[in-house]
């Protein structure tokens, strides 16, 4: 697949996406957010891709959304928004309820929808040279991208509510320890230790991880009851897969499984 704002890779099982405009920032235009719906749809469908990486190329992760752009709109500049947040919703729900783990490797600077894009993955690993800022009231703008999700089920409403409301700056290591990423690696190692995490996660039961994702969707939201039978029907589903079958001779023959993600 071949994108104008986005250079999309498939290793083997791991797909790397990343946010290829650097003169912009890894700004997310109209165009983007259409690349981003597109790629996230081919991840969703694509047996073949059994882990995701998602990251930014240059010094930013996401400056967050193109103000330049949406200036340009004039008085349509909520017609374009309304248009764009489809597209850039309708991606992060296909990667949420995807059954591969997707991994965010956030290489840089990670503002406005750059910070939402930075909580919504599975797994999360940062470079110490990552800074975080939600920035939307700075332009008298509200937060879109999933954050008002994600980022208060990761650290809770006080801490959401300083981010969003002061836009203060996390470090990588402030963000470390407040819970909204799960590693710091020094810059240069981002990348090997996201790919050797895609990897790990490429050759486990991709379906599981699947039932898994849309279970923990679900958890803040379902009664005690209702999540337990969701818990039920999911574990008696994932025994009934080829991996599952698989994984349970194994442990008792004393062997290490080999899944297939089927």
Same mark, same amino acid.
């Given at each position: ?10 290793? #083997? ?61 004039? #008085? ?55 800074? /975080? ?117 194994? /442990? ?6 080999? /899944?297939?993600?089927?």
């Amino acid at each position: 697949m071949t994108f104008e704002t986005l250079d999309f890779e498939l290793h #083997d099982n791991v797909a790397v996406i990343r946010m290829n405009r650097p003169e912009n920032a890894n700004a997310l235009n109209k165009k983007m957010g259409q690349e981003l719906m597109d790629v996230a749809i081919e991840c969703d469908e694509n047996p073949d891709i059994r882990a995701t990486i998602f990251t930014g190329t240059g010094r930013f992760y996401s400056a967050g959304g193109d103000l330049p752009s949406f200036a340009d709109a004039g #008085d349509d500049m909520p017609k374009l928004l309304k248009e764009l947040t489809i597209y850039l919703h309708g991606a992060l729900s296909r990667f949420a309820r995807m059954d591969a783990p997707m991994i965010l490797a956030i290489n840089g600077v990670a503002a406005g929808a750059g910070f939402s894009m930075a909580c919504c993955g599975d797994l999360s690993i940062a470079s110490e040279d990552a800074k /975080f800022t939600m920035a939307y009231t700075n332009a008298g703008l509200v937060t879109d991208g999933s954050s008002t999700y994600y980022v208060a089920r990761h650290i809770g409403m006080r801490r959401t509510q300083e981010l969003m409301l002061t836009n203060r700056t996390l470090t990588a290591q402030e963000a470390l320890d407040w819970g909204l990423v799960n590693k710091v690696v020094p810059a240069d190692q981002l990348m090997d230790e996201a790919m050797d995490l895609a990897q790990k996660m490429a050759a486990g039961p991709t379906k599981s991880y699947g039932m898994i994702k849309n279970l923990l969707l679900n958890t803040f939201s379902d009664t005690l009851e209702s999540q337990m039978e969701l818990e039920a029907r999911g574990i008696a589903a994932a025994a009934n897969t080829e991996d599952g079958k698989a994984g349970i001779q194994a /442990f008792l023959n004393k062997q290490k499984p080999e /899944f297939t993600g089927k």
